[in-house]
C-alpha cells in the first residue's frame, strides 16, 4: 500500500501509465474501434488528407493509416510485452537458481552469462535474425537471445541481497523447503525491482522489433506495424511526409511512456535513492 500510495503521486506515473492502458486496450478492441481494413488496397484513394472515413488519412496504397496504428499495436507493443515476459520469466528462473543455490551452479550459469554479454545485444539480434530468417517469431527470438543473460545476472544480484535478509536466514532455520522458500519469500520480495528492469527495457524492445520491421527483417507486409509503416512511408517522403507522422509519433508516445512509468515505480519502491 506505501508504494502504490507513493506512486500515486507521481503525476507523470500516473499519466504513463494510463498512456499505456489505453494503447493495450485500443489494441485489443482494434477490431471494433477500427473504421476501416488495415490491409485492403484502394490505389484510387491513395495520399488522401485527414477526413472521418480515415482519420489519419491513407498511405500510397489507399490504406486507412489510423486503422493501421490500431492493429499495429498488435504486432509493435503486444510482440514487445511477450518478448519481454518470456525474458524475465528465463531471467527470473536462472537468476534464482544462480543466486539461491549458488556454488558450481552459480558458476556454470555466470559463466555462459558472460559468453553471451561479450557480444553487443544489437549485433547479435541481426546476426540471429540473419540466420534464422525474416519473421515474426524469429524476432522475438532473437531478443529473448540476446537479453535473457543480462537479465540473469541482474536477477541474480537482486536474489543475492534477498538472500541474506533475516526473514530469509528465519525460514531456512525453521525447516521450510527451498521450493517453500523461493516461492513465498524470495520471488515476492523481488517483483517489485524485477517489475522496474522489466518496464524501463520495454521501450527497448519496441525500438528493436520497430527497427528491425524498418530494415525489412521484421514482420512482413502487409500485415500492419509500425517501424514498417515508417519504412513505406520514407519512399514518399519527399512528396507526402506526413505520412511518417502517425507511426513515428506512436512509437515516441509509447517508449517514452514505458521509460517514464519504469523511472517513476524505481522512484515509488525507492524513495530514499530518489531524494538523494
Not at 520497430?210 to 500492419?224: K, M, W
Request: aromatic fraction near 10%; include cysteine; charged fraction near 15%.
Amino acid at each position: 500500500m506505501k508504494f502504490w500510495n507513493r506512486f500515486k503521486k507521481d503525476k507523470l506515473g500516473m499519466l504513463s501509465l494510463g498512456i499505456i492502458l489505453i494503447i493495450i486496450i485500443s489494441g485489443i478492441l482494434a477490431p471494433v474501434i477500427a473504421p476501416n481494413s488495415p490491409v485492403e488496397v484502394d490505389v484510387k484513394s491513395k495520399l488522401l488528407g485527414m477526413s472521418a472515413q480515415y482519420p489519419f488519412g491513407t498511405d500510397q496504397l489507399g490504406r486507412c493509416v489510423f486503422s493501421r496504428i490500431l492493429y499495429g499495436i498488435r504486432t509493435t507493443v503486444f510482440l514487445s510485452l511477450i518478448t519481454m515476459a518470456t525474458t524475465i520469466i528465463i531471467g527470473t528462473l536462472l537468476g534464482v537458481i544462480s543466486g539461491f543455490f549458488r556454488g558450481w551452479v552459480d558458476e556454470v550459469i555466470m559463466r555462459v552469462c558472460d559468453i553471451m554479454l561479450s557480444f553487443p545485444s544489437e549485433v547479435m539480434i541481426l546476426a540471429i535474425v540473419g540466420i534464422l530468417g525474416t519473421g515474426i517469431s524469429n524476432i522475438v527470438i532473437a531478443n529473448i537471445i540476446a537479453k535473457w543473460a543480462w537479465y540473469t545476472r541482474m536477477i541474480r544480484g537482486i536474489v543475492m541481497q534477498y538472500t541474506d535478509k533475516n526473514y530469509i536466514k528465519f525460514a531456512k532455520v525453521s525447516g521450510c523447503s527451498t521450493f517453500h522458500i523461493i516461492k513465498k519469500h524470495l520471488i515476492p520480495g523481488a517483483m517489485g525491482e524485477i517489475g522496474v528492469l522489466a518496464t524501463l527495457d520495454t521501450g527497448w524492445v519496441i525500438l528493436n522489433i520497430s527497427a528491425l520491421s524498418f530494415l525489412g527483417l521484421g514482420v512482413q507486409a502487409p500485415t500492419p506495424e509500425w517501424g514498417m509503416m515508417l519504412s513505406e512511408a520514407k519512399n514518399i517522403m519527399t512528396i507526402y511526409p506526413q505520412q511518417m507522422l502517425p507511426a513515428g509519433i506512436a512509437i515516441l508516445v509509447v517508449v517514452a511512456a514505458f521509460n517514464f512509468l519504469g523511472d517513476s515505480l524505481q522512484d515509488a519502491l525507492n524513495p530514499k535513492k530518489s531524494i538523494g
